[in-house]
């Protein structure tokens, strides 16, 4: 089993949808992130947080320590949030990040 | 620049040829991280750096690979006869922060070995 599971794998919605990807780990941390990476590699950094939740225009992410789980939630999706969306935890002493595999969302017009 | 810059963008090597990745971070950024992604995967830690000193690098899939960050800035990734399985996006990463900053992440070398 994967240290950080993320789910849908997949996920296609029709712009204006309510998106929300999910993320579950099993080990201790300091800090989540969940990052945003569009074709050709170039990885964007969306929030980190260790606790509670935080907003960033139509971005919303909250994390549950106790039940060790985040969630990604768009509002009002649209086509160029077409991406892949990777949760990534830092564990250890020298907070090494451990990746999801990503959810690849795509938000069709 | 402003960003993390990384080169070449792409590498194509032949099976056994030695490769460079280069990894520019964003000036004074105490924090430097190598990450390998292989296609259609998450990304997987390499190694970490703080400032010159390599403080882990149980992430490096064999003795093949090697990084330095001689001087605490510009950071090489170095990989030695090289392997088709080593075909992936070379990511770097840095932070202003010793443990638990903000990480900016440069746009990748995609190696692609033959």
């Known amino acids: 089993k994967n240290e950080v599971e993320q789910s849908p794998q997949n996920l296609t919605a029709q712009e204006g949808e309510f998106i929300t990807i999910n993320c579950s780990y099993s080990?201790?941390?300091?800090?989540l992130h969940w990052l945003q990476q569009h074709p050709g590699g170039g990885i964007v950094s969306l929030f980190m947080l260790s606790s509670g939740k935080k907003k960033h225009g139509r971005l919303i992410a909250t994390i549950n320590i106790q039940e060790k789980h985040s969630s990604l939630h768009i509002t009002a999706s649209h086509p160029r949030d077409s991406a892949v969306y990777i949760c990534?935890?830092?564990?250890?002493?020298?907070?090494?990040?451990?990746f999801g595999k990503g959810t690849k969302l795509s938000v069709k017009p | 620049g402003a960003g993390v810059s990384q080169s070449p963008r792409y590498k194509v090597a032949k099976r056994g040829q030695d490769v460079a990745l280069r990894c520019d971070p964003i000036?004074?950024?105490?924090?430097l991280f190598w990450y390998q992604q292989a296609l259609g995967q998450g990304p997987e830690f390499l190694t970490y750096?703080?400032?010159?000193?390599?403080?882990?690098k149980s992430g490096l899939p064999s003795d093949r690979f090697f990084a330095e960050r001689p001087e605490g800035s510009v950071s090489t990734l170095k990989i030695q006869r090289t392997q088709q399985e080593d075909s992936a996006v070379y990511l770097c990463?840095?932070?202003?922060?010793?443990?638990?900053?903000?990480?900016?992440f440069g746009e990748g070398s995609r190696l692609t070995v033959l």
């Open positions: 990463a840095s932070s202003q922060a010793v443990r638990y900053g903000e990480l900016f």
């Open positions: 750096f703080q400032n010159e000193a390599q403080l882990d």
């Open positions: 000036s004074g950024h105490v924090s």
């Open positions: 080990v201790g941390i300091s800090a």
């Open positions: 990534a935890v830092r564990s250890g002493s020298q907070g090494n990040l451990i």
